[in-house]
T-cell receptor, first 113, second 114 residues
Framework: AQSVTQPDIHITVSEGASLELRCNYS??????LFWYVQSPGQGLQLLLK??????LVQGIKGFEAEFKRSQSSFNLRKPSVHWSDAAEYFC???????????FGTGTRLQVFP | DTAVSQTPKYLVTQMGNDKSIKCEQN?????MYWYKQDSKKFLKIMFS???????INETVPNRFSPKSPDKAHLNLHINSLELGDSAVYFC?????????????FGPGTRLTVL
């Protein structure tokens, strides 16, 4: 069965600094991979997704993520963080033979001015 | 226009009561979901429906009963509420079934059982 690990529960960065949020998955084949963001009191919004092809995917709000098969990772990056990026970030995995998304436990991002 | 809406946003109730949460999507999607997010932010799927037909039914107590009167609505009824049911419940929708389809989430309903 597939699983997702987000090793960092909480990350704090200064505004303008670069950001990398880690995501590792377990699945026998190439899964569908997603990053969602949850702002306080809000539902989840899709940032980006990877199905196949180019391993570097661009998303909304200046985010990108890179799929690395050898490391079973799909890390989220942003070159310069804005205060409005403070939120909870979830990585999710979808298996190609199921209808389910499996979510990681999330990484809470705090941004200091 | 809100794509996926849920009512109520907050729900506080006593143990043993029965309550319902409503969800509506105006995206024209065929598939709808219910997720539960616990106090540690862990998000887990409970149910999914495609064209009013139950597709996914995770190991959820049978006190939870989803009802889909039409493709645009998926309501969640909970009988005999327990303390452990306290959580945020999210409704979501996608165009089709399949993990490939992007899911669009509602704002959530925070349920507190006293």
């Amino acid at each position: 069965a597939q699983s997702v690990t987000q090793p960092d529960i909480h990350i704090t960065v200064s505004e303008g600094a670069s950001l990398e949020l880690r995501c590792n998955y377990s699945y026998g084949a190439t899964p569908y991979l997603f990053w969602y963001v949850q702002s306080p009191g809000q539902g989840l919004q899709l940032l980006l997704k990877y199905f196949s092809g180019d391993t570097l995917v661009q998303g909304i709000k200046g985010f990108e993520a890179e799929f690395k098969r050898s490391q079973s990772s799909f890390n989220l990056r942003k070159p310069s963080v804005h205060w409005s990026d403070a939120a909870e970030y979830f990585c999710a995995v979808g298996a190609r033979n199921t209808d389910k998304l499996i979510f990681g436990t999330g990484t809470r991002l705090q941004v200091f001015p | 226009d809100t794509a996926v809406s849920q009512t109520p946003k907050y729900l506080v109730t006593q143990m043993g009561n029965d309550k319902s949460i409503k969800c509506e999507q105006n995206l024209g999607h065929d598939t709808m979901y219910w997720y539960k997010q616990d106090s540690k932010k862990f998000l887990k799927i409970m149910f999914s429906y495609n064209n009013k037909e139950l597709i996914i039914n995770e190991t959820v107590p049978n006190r939870f009963s989803p009802k889909s009167p039409d493709k645009a609505h998926l309501n969640l009824h909970i009988n005999s509420l327990e303390l452990g049911d306290s959580a945020v419940y999210f409704c979501a929708s996608s165009q089709n079934t399949g993990a490939r389809d992007t899911q669009y989430f509602g704002p959530g309903t925070r349920l507190t059982v006293l």
